[in-house]
Each structure stands twice: as structure tokens, then as C-alpha cells.
């Protein structure tokens, strides 16, 4: 699937329904170039949970950890190396939780992933975002159908 978001009103708003789509045990993954989005549409996927804490990109501590009626975790694999085994650091016990986990720069860690996942590449050119999205696994359908209704092309 594919979606353009032309303005950072429309990102947030692409976050925020994604926010109230996701379910316990879901797994988010965002790539895309430094500035492309990936923090902002978790703020936003945040809020769209009914968190009210300030998201950071967790980007030096590599987990945040937001408490909600559905936690959040906030995974940024920017600093591992890649085809690092992820085991010793403990992110299947994410994966497999009944919270939302979203991990930025996931192609660092692609082979450490759930067999159930969401892939969204950001792609950005003149200020417009193009979303690339892949659904792995059956639990995304409605997620899928909700936001090509609300943003598909």
C-alpha cells in the first residue's frame, strides 16, 4: 500500500488513527532517512493510544517504555550494529507483549523481527511523505483496510 502525506498535519493524523487501530501485539516497524518521520508518527501513534507523556526518539537509551491502557515501546536501532543478535537485549519480550511496540531503523534488526509485523518506509521529497507499506500476518488486516479508507491511493 501506498500513501502520501503532504503536510505535517497530515503525518500526525496518519499516526494518531494508526494509534487507535493497533492493538496489543502489534509490531510497527519505521524506516526512512534521518528527519523523515519516524519519531513524529510515533508521538502521534502515542496520542492516538490516549498516552499523555512526552515521546522521544530513544535514540542514545534505545527503549523507551510509555504506561497506558496499551503500553507503548518505543525501540530506535540506530546505533546497533547491523545483523546484531538481539536476543541478549531483550526485544522479543516486546514483541511478544500485549503492548504496541514500534521500532525505528527495524532493517538493522529485520532478522530478529516477529513472524507478524507492519513495515512503513518513509520516503520524503519537497516536504511530502510517501509511505510504503507492507503487512505481515493476518492481525493487520483491519489496520490495512482503516487506513487505505482514510489515506490510500
Not at 505535517?8 to 496489543?24: I, M, N
Not at 522521544?56 to 543478535?85: A, C, M, Q
Request: glycine share 10%; proline share 1%; aromatic share 12%.
Amino acid at each position: 500500500m501506498e500513501i502520501i502525506l503532504d503536510s505535517l498535519e497530515k503525518t500526525k493524523e496518519f499516526g494518531f488513527l494508526l494509534g487507535q487501530l493497533c492493538k496489543g501485539g502489534m509490531v510497527l516497524c519505521l524506516n526512512g532517512d534521518l528527519g523523515a518521520g519516524k519519531t513524529t508518527i510515533t508521538k502521534s501513534l502515542a496520542e492516538g493510544l490516549g498516552i499523555k507523556a512526552n515521546v522521544t526518539s530513544p535514540t542514545f537509551t534505545i527503549v523507551n517504555e510509555y504506561r497506558g491502557k496499551t503500553n507503548l515501546y518505543h525501540i530506535d536501532t540506530y546505533r546497533l550494529n547491523e545483523g546484531i543478535d538481539t536476543l541478549y537485549l531483550g526485544f522479543d519480550e516486546y514483541f511478544y507483549s500485549d503492548g504496541i511496540t514500534v521500532v525505528e531503523w527495524a532493517d538493522k534488526i529485520k532478522n530478529s523481527l516477529p513472524e507478524e509485523y507492519m513495515t512503513i518506509y518513509i520516503k520524503v521529497e519537497d516536504n511530502i511523505r510517501k509511505l510504503e507499506i507492507t503487512y505481515i500476518g493476518d492481525k493487520y488486516k483491519v489496520v490495512e483496510e482503516k487506513l487505505y479508507e482514510s489515506f490510500g491511493i
